[in-house]
């Protein structure tokens, strides 16, 4: 993810919204309630992605699409936006 090799194991997902564009992060604390318990230094990776726009989602949706041989995109959409987060498989 982001050219990072993340072992196999359970993650917390987060998003930080922007006009332009989003943050999305992972975070080895997938045990975390609500942003509260969030501690940015058990982050593994963070991205920056632009939004597209798509059809309206009206509730919160994630997809894994492949994309190629040991790749995938896991996408998030609501309501209009749709962020594509891009992942390839070690070998």
Known sequence: MGGIKIPAGKYAFFTIPGKEEWTVILNKDWQQHLADEYDQSADLVRLTIKPATAEHQERLMYTID????????????????CLRVPLELAH
């Open 66 to 81: 492949q994309t190629g041989e040991r790749k995938c995109v896991v996408e998030m959409r609501w309501e209009k936006l």
